[in-house]
């Protein structure tokens, strides 16, 4: 159903101006997702999410409109750039005080403007040929944030990347796609924000690609807070240099079902690379998130922790791959993923993957699925705390470990607050 | 009126009974030592009196300040006054030690009806206590237990001792894992809290601690049961005795 | 200390294989090929009962409609099924041998030769009852008297289907239905023999029960079937060993293996595979596919895999338990060596099902020379599964850097009260525990002996004595000298 729309709204879409070398790659990406169609749990990488409900719904374009007021965060004077439904929102965006060297502009304005900057980075990474999201976004994708920081420049505030969708009365998609090239020695915090409006239907088909050049330093978030019946759909992709150092963190609470696909290349020697998560998900909700850290030079880090709670009927899935190339000798890579279930009903798949063709290298991976201990509750009630309370602090404590390791604090203090309401609201229910 | 009054008191975990008839009472201002060997049931007395759901009272009454004990849940008992230092404390990754002390301090104050303290008046409170245990300010920083050395361990459970200010502290095996330093920070942290009005229970296995904690009873349990009571010299006793002549009485 | 490794390298490489001669034994072979007629031949040379034909020729259906997996991590050429042969056995005058003095005194010299003097055996104190399956035949059990006194049956598969024809109807294929997977289906269409062994109520085998395998003839596929059957309370230890003549074709190992456990009872089924890996360019050698799974039917049941595998050019094994019985508990310990080409895709499957069910699983992999070695194991707990525990180890060790080790373990959890742990490292030897070792006096190979069986150790210790030592020497073989 989808995939015919997708395709008649690619054959009917208003060409716009742009660059052949763009036009060519979207006309190979709309081929290969006629070719691909939607995955099915048949295969290996979709075993345990289905996508029938997605690929079954008709959507429409968006229409444009937000009233909602998002918070900044607090104490930071904050680089924003603004989407709403997918279309670039001068009204919501503060882009003043950028320094030299720093561009941050939506990517139709480039396109018009300067269309060359994307050449040779943009598809460069994210593979149509392989991932059917991919291809649809990279054919009808309409705007995304573009963010190129030159040689040596060094941004303090964090960029927030704001995508709102909102008042929607059918369904409808949105087909993000940013690029963000650090260059050599930058160094800068940028925050990817989904939200949307309660209640409302859509789809979000987001592509990011990320190159950090050598001594780049990254600090890359995401908060996903889309509505409660949206589906969400993220591929990112890091090409890391040499010497760079590129972090991500990764909040879940919304949307009913999604996923996060993220792969870095370590592509360089002495690279580090660290991808957190937290997912909170009640009811209905499934989110899977599969990363492939790709070890291909050596003496190279890696650093991985994803920690899920789940209550109700979630259900959650990790898949973490770690590959080590023969030559990333003296790689040193961790993988964690833990889960607490909180309630019946609850489901959780876990496959952490460890392929090493280098000996001398250093790989650990571990995956925990449980409740609270209770041990830890009763030490907490010989101090006086209830057994309520209790639950909530060590449910807290257990998130606490990926909101310790952002580096940012303004951004952790925000996602804080919504984890806590997030318990609250559960601790009630 | 007795502080702690233990009467006959069988318990077990799991069906298996391990306390056979236990009596004693602590009134204020008393330390009374529980000595025994390996499996003598000691570290289930301990987690009788706290409230651990997992061991089953099967007979006999335990009445704390009058009040019956078993009545309580954990934290009401430990907001009641009933404070147990544990053998092994668990460690909490995720939760700052100042964190959890203030949700601790808070929640008794609550129970006693008294307003909670806000963020300044806590940090005074800490302030004041944690010279005594010789805290530094990163091991509050740090995460519950997590990554503690046994030492910083034992000294963390005695600190949150003083900052509960309970009216019984049961000391389980504190002294195990410790050096003669460390055992002496702890030793004084534990005396400095003495008071007419205060009690403790002491349970260990080796006369070493008493050295420093000076009880003025001392108990031999063997097989559930306490098979001797006497003065401080009684640990002496055993010192050089060892437990062996109580296990051959028991006829095990 | 390079060269030195170097040379080292070069020792193991040179390792060769020891149990690779021929035995010049006439046999009973069926030609090449596959068909409901070449079914139907095994079935009536056999003798079996028309419900064991029919049986066979159902799943002979159903596998002709299945494809090749292809899923796991190991890559060999496509094997041509119709060129196999599916039944060769000795050649025997008559019924089969009643004592060993009717054995071919052929077939027990290659016993002999393989370290496992049948005769010997029988002398031996009682300790351990063989029954060796020669190119899928079983050709001799030992002690069956003694085992007869206690009600124990251990004997032949194609001896169990007519002394005991109700038991095996009872329980063939209700672990491994015929219809399981490809190799399981083949195997349940062509299986030619194997070990079947029943343990009554209450009783506990006193001695070790063991299996011998080896493929002799060439170009034949070997698809034995071994059914063990623990009763109430029952308690056995099974033991497995297997080794094939060198061959510079390949040749396939497809066998089946269940085992059922009732209320209390305990299999404990032990196995020390060293079929021939293939030389160090990777010519020759044994595909192993086999389906191996264990029923834990009743409460407080409990099944022990031990596995030392060090042959083999391509495996692909998951020796599992089923946990249906409340308060099962499976087991799985795996040592699993790779060298020159060798590809092992190996691990374990547990299943909760019953409530307070537990499970372990502790996995060594060691990769030498060009080889690949992967765990690939599932630990799924059902939302009935109350109170379910699952710990899982897998421990990597690579020597050298052109081989691979790879984890794919597969977790799914839908009951809160589970407790799911799962644990992987790679490692090498460090070249300061070498030169530790070294500077007490331990030559560099000693010193490689002494790290890998420490890294093994939590596995050896699982394994019966006799076989434990054999293990170790087996992986001394197979890693003289090497270093990571």
Redesign the interface.
Known sequence: MSLDSIIERYRNRAVADEPAWLKAMRDAAIADFERLGFPTSKE?LWRFTNVTPLAEQRFEAASNGWKTDVRDFQGLETVRIAFVNGIFSAEHSHLEALPDGATIQSLTAVLSEDPVRLQGRLGELADAGSNAFVAANTALFADGAYIELAEGVVLDAPIHLLFMAGDGDEPFAVHTRNLIVGGKNSRATVVEHYIGAAGIAYWTNAVTEVFADQGAQLDHYKIQQESGRAYHFQTLEVSQQAGSRFTNHAVTFGSVLGRDDIRCNLGGEAVESVCNGLYLLTDGQHFDTHTFIDHEKPNCNSHELYKGILNKKAHAVFCGRIMVR?DA?KTDAVQSNK?L???????????????????????????????LSDESLFYLQTRGISRGRARSLLTYAFANEVLDAMPCAAVKDYVEELMLAWLQSEAEA | MALLEIKDLHAGVEGIPILKGINLTIDPGEVHAVMGPNGSGKSTLSNVLAGHEAYKVTRGEILFGGKDLQELAAHERACAGLFLAFQYPVEIPGISNMYFLKAAVNAVREYRGEEPLDAMDFIELVEAKKSVMKIRDELLARAVNSGFSGGEKKRNEIFQMAMLEPTLGILDETDSGLDIDALKIVADGVNALRSPDRGFLVITHYQRLLDYIIPDHVHVMVHGRIVKSGGKELALELEDEGYASWNGEEGL | MKTDNDKTFQDLNDTEYKYGFVTDIESDSLPPGLNEDIVRAISSRKKEPEWLTEWRLKAYRHWITMTEPT?SNVHYPKIDYQALSYYSAPKQKGDGPKTLDEVDPELLETYEKLGIPLREQEALAGVVAVDAVFDSVSVATTFKGKLEELGIIFCSFSEAVHSHPDLVKQYLGTVVPYKDNYFATLNSAVFSDGSFCYVPPGVRCPMELSTYFRINAANTGQFERTLLIADEGAYVSYLEGCTAPQRDENQLHAAVVELVALDNAQIKYSTVQNWYPGDKDGKGGIYNFVTKRGHCRGHHSKISWTQVETGSAVTWKYPSCILKGDYSVGEFYSVAVTNHMQQADTGSKMIHIGKNTSSTIVSKGISAGRSQNSYRGMVKVL?TAENARNFSQCD?M???????????????????????????????IGEDQIFYCNQRGLETEEAVNLIVNGFCKEVFRELPMEFAVEAQKLLGISLEGSV?
């Open positions: 290996e023969p000798q889960n279930l909180l309630s019946r009903g609850a489901k959780v798949n876990s496959l952490p993957q460890l392929e090493i063709y280098a000996d001398d290298v250093k790989c650990t991976h571990g995956a925990t699925i449980g409740e | 899923w939302e990597s690579l020597m050298g850097g052109s081989c691979g080790a790879h984890t794919f373990p597969y977790i799914d959890v839908g009951n809160p009260t589970a407790q799911v742990e799962h644990e992987a490292t790679t490692t090498k990571g």
